[in-house]
């Protein structure tokens, strides 16, 4: 079964990745403005088959979501293990870097931490095979097709994940608001895989058990947590400074 990219920007940056792009359906009527140009020159350069159709079938396809007139038809998403993770790393002699998604169930939540993980230079990215959001056109979407440049690991059970990465040697980290470390305090210039938890549980207790470290970002205002996005970006960024300093 295909699966279906939406929006152009998402298009654009799957037609630079790997994954295969099938066919670019394009609405009818609709006046080409640059970037769907830019879609349509490439796909005609990678001899794409495009087709022009009615907008209430782009509807359809999308579910009624935003499409901005074009979908591509592509392969299914090919998830990465943890050895090609891992193995990303040492081609490009970095000391690992990976995020570890436990249990994010928002959509959106989802593409926005996939999109910082890809521009921080995150190796890989595991989530949970159950009770979490999957990648889908939406996240892709939310992305902004970074999604497509992502290695993306889903494990049946993140402790046991999380014990394998020990043994490569890798920090486990974990960000919560009880923790009594603050994310600037942490040295996180090694083997690292940071983990953010759920939207309202945070991480649950397994994985914090499991954990080598947990850092905690300050809250100064009346709220007590920040968004799951917003936070585990944050402490991404942190760590690609630090990392950055290092070199």
């Given amino acids: 079964m295909p699966e279906y990219i939406w929006g152009r920007n998402p298009i654009m940056e799957t037609l630079h990745s790997p994954r295969q792009v099938k066919r670019i359906l394009f609405a009818e009527g609709q006046r080409e403005a640059s970037t769907l140009a830019a879609i349509l020159q490439e796909a005609k350069r990678r001899h794409i088959p495009t087709e022009k159709v009615a ?17 591509a038809v592509v392969e299914r998403r090919a998830y990465a293990t943890l ?32 999109r910082t993980a890809e521009a921080a230079g995150v190796h890989g990215v ?19 097709g970074a999604t497509e440049h992502l290695l993306i ?26 923790a009594s470390t603050g994310y600037d305090q942490a040295d996180l210039t090694g083997a690292l895989a940071l983990v953010v938890g759920n939207e309202g549980k945070g ?17 100064r205002g009346h709220i007590n947590s920040l968004n799951a996005a917003v ?8 760590a690609l400074r630090q990392r950055e300093n290092k070199k």
């Fill in 55 to 71: 907008r209430a079938r782009l509807d359809q396809l999308s579910h009624g979501a935003v499409h901005q007139g074009c979908i």
């Fill in 83 to 114: 050895d090609e993770i891992l193995a990303h790393a040492e081609d490009k002699h970095e000391a690992p870097f990976l995020l570890i998604l436990d249990a994010i169930q928002d959509v959106n939540n989802l593409g926005s931490l996939l």
């Fill in 126 to 144: 595991i989530l949970p095979e159950h009770r979490a959001a999957e990648v889908n056109a939406t996240v892709i979407k939310t992305s902004a």
């Fill in 153 to 178: 690991a889903q494990e049946t059970n993140l402790t046991r994940t999380i014990e394998s990465l020990k043994r490569e040697q890798i920090w486990v980290v974990g960000l919560a608001g009880e």
């Fill in 203 to 219: 991480i649950s207790r397994l994985v914090r058990e499991h954990c080598d470290l947990l850092i905690k970002l300050p809250m």
């Fill in 231 to 238: 936070a585990g970006s944050i402490a991404l960024y942190e």
